[in-house]
């Protein structure tokens, strides 16, 4: 029997996973390449957004480098003077950060890598209630544009908008096998966001890390960050004008982190309607050393097995004690083996 053959008893769990399977099946015989960061800083206005926007990218560079992680920033470099424009020869257009952030885009979508492109942007955006748009230096750049940079690629997506009006993109960027996170919960919430700061320290943060696996999952992460963002306006006697949302299972919907913080694993697999989190859950900036070791399947496997375990358990007093004790056994061998077979040197 196909080694996945077995992810078709579980459809919720299938339809975040297609993308990955597919990939797996058409290059199974290459060695994949790695995660990748496309940080992108835009346009801060005001000076003390340029230090707060440039400190938040600090801390996902230095995270990149701590997790080995393919790091692509734009944003960030000097911007040419006017008098270095009027003196080039021969002239030639200059590329603009919208032009260079898509031109990446593309590249990093159509790599071959099974392993998840992180599209993580820190500014400010804006919504004229019909098109979302990050601001750039020059150019901005829309959430259809993202969305159409995005439509052919099967490589999984991490996309986090730490920015005003960010949930337009929710909308447009929704897909199966990807996670969208957005500072806020409509384009309506249009005040300077202050999530990404949060989020830039939730990735690498122990007290980030609810399960004490010696890493942060997504969804960890930006749990903490949306707690912390939400006790700053509580603190500080305002009104929230910001409201995080994440969406891992395609539906364009998001969840906001109160309705999920106190939930167990288990009732979030069993939510009905289905709620997300399942996959956001799976994935970590910062991976452990024993994740580390694990390819881009064998993490998959893990990960079903593990939901599999879940369900059983769910169901266990409705069950023969034989019954579940044989089921359990049969979900339990295979986890030990990709324990094993993983830390093999």
Sequence with gaps: MNRYSFVQQFARLMLLATPMLTHMAVSAAEEPGGPDLLLVV???GLDDYKAGFAEWADRWMTAAAAADVGLHVIGTEPEESAADSASASPPEAAET??????RMLHEQTISDSAEPLWLVFIGHGTWDQKTARLNLRGPDVSAEEISAALQNSSRPVVAIFCCSSSAPFLNALSA???????ATKDGAESQYSRFGAA???????????????GQVSLLEAWLYASLRTAEFYEQDGRLATEHSLLDDNGDQRGIRAESVSD???EERDIADPPI???????????RSEAERRMTADQRLLRDVLEVQLRA???RRRDMDEADYLQRLEDLLVPLAKLYEESSAP
Excluded: H, N
Aim: glycine share 6%; charged share 25%; net charge negative.
């Design 276 to 286: 997300d989190g399942a996959l956001a859950a799976t994935i970590s900036f910062v």
């Design 199 to 213: 989020l830039s320290a939730a990735v690498t943060s122990r007290e980030a890390d609810r399960d004490q696996d």
């Design 176 to 182: 199966p096998g990807r996670v969208i996170i957005t």
């Design 97 to 102: 950060d919208r032009d260079q952030f898509l």
């Design 312 to 314: 059983l358990k769910v």
């Design 42 to 44: 835009g346009a801060p």
């Design 263 to 265: 939930m167990t694993a």
